[in-house]
């Protein structure tokens, strides 16, 4: 039997979620729910109902896992506790700063309905994580370092969007070339936030907004700008939707570590993403972690849970047999 997928909220995540369902031969899309007029909500899937949020406890036994596709900012830490409670969820929260405080909530939440409720996951939080819990179990004497883009960050263009006087923005994470290159090389430098990374940000402004307040209010943003080089640039719609209309992004997460009696040999572990599409690629991520959450929650288990708390086995559509024959 198939696992059947309800989606919350069909933006950019919620459309990337629609097209990797639809790739996964084990699952089925149930519904689309959305805060906006279903009647004006047209989704790719043919046959699949889209339902107004209001009506979403009507489906408790009709999803096996709904994915949460909102913001991080506003939406992920009302929505993800909320429907926890009702079914088994997963998210994309990203907020690094707020995962213990969201982690805790969703938990609660989860237990007192007998869900399990899976949250921040991606590439990073997500498969990033990983890598830097890997790296750090096998490299105990060493650094880490996590380098994001060059990119569209869609937590932080969110962000911007939410700011009062903002129509329209899309924001670039870009690392330090030369903080990059020191670390590949070995020289395992000292690095601030500020020292790894630039934030670029094209806004488009409502009629009328104070640009000067606009952009003190994005450059001391908390969790978001506040530690960073931000460059603000104000410009018209036309000109976002002409130069700034692609979603590519990726990263790399760095382990410099060492081994031997007197700690003589190093060992540098790099793993990179290249993503043309960071949305779909990021759905392709909560997927299959949805295909963990079922199965996590067919043996019993409740509460919050990260891809920490995962088995890789679980995210594969293929038997263990097959796993061990192919993959291992």
Not at 4 to 25: F, Q, S
Not at 318 to 324: A, F, T
């Amino acid at each position: 039997m198939k696992t059947r997928i309800g989606i919350l909220g069909y933006g950019n995540l919620g459309r990337g979620t629609e097209i990797a369902v639809a790739a996964a031969d084990d699952m089925e899309l149930a519904a689309v729910f959305t805060r906006r007029d279903p009647a004006g909500v047209k989704i790719l899937t043919q046959g699949v109902p889209v339902v107004n949020v209001s009506e979403i406890e009507n489906w408790k036994d009709k999803i096996d896992v709904l994915v949460l596709c909102g913001g991080s900012a506003t939406d992920l830490p009302v929505q993800t506790p909320k429907y926890a409670e009702l079914f088994n969820v997963i998210d994309s929260f990203d907020t690094h700063a707020r995962i213990p405080e969201h982690f805790a909530n969703v938990d609660a939440a989860a237990k007192k309905g007998g869900k399990v409720g899976m949250i921040s996951v991606g590439w990073d939080p997500g498969l990033f994580s990983l890598n830097r819990v890997y790296a750090n179990a096998i490299l105990p004497d060493g650094k880490d370092y996590t380098f994001w883009g060059k990119g569209v960050s869609q937590g932080h263009s969110d962000a911007i969007r939410r700011v009062k006087g903002v129509r329209n923005a899309k924001q670039y994470t870009i690392p330090v070339e030369s903080a990059l290159e020191s670390v590949r090389n070995g020289e395992n430098p000292e690095l601030t936030t500020r020292q790894k990374h630039l934030r670029e940000c094209f806004v488009v402004l409502e009629d009328g907004a104070d640009a000067a307040q606009v952009e003190k209010e994005i450059k001391e943003m908390p969790n978001y700008f506040a530690d960073y080089d931000t460059t603000v640039h104000f410009i018209s719609e036309e000109e976002l939707l002409r130069d700034h209309a692609g979603m590519a992004h990726g990263g790399f997460v760095f382990r410099s570590g060492r081994t031997g009696v007197n700690k003589e040999n190093n060992h540098i572990i790099e793993y990179s993403l290249k993503l043309d599409s960071n949305p779909e690629f990021t759905t392709s991520v909560l997927v299959a972690y949805a295909r963990a959450v079922k199965r996590m929650a067919d043996e019993g288990m409740t509460g919050a849970k990260t891809v920490l708390d995962v088995p890789p086995a679980y995210l594969c559509s293929q038997s263990g047999d097959e796993l061990r024959a192919h993959l291992l």
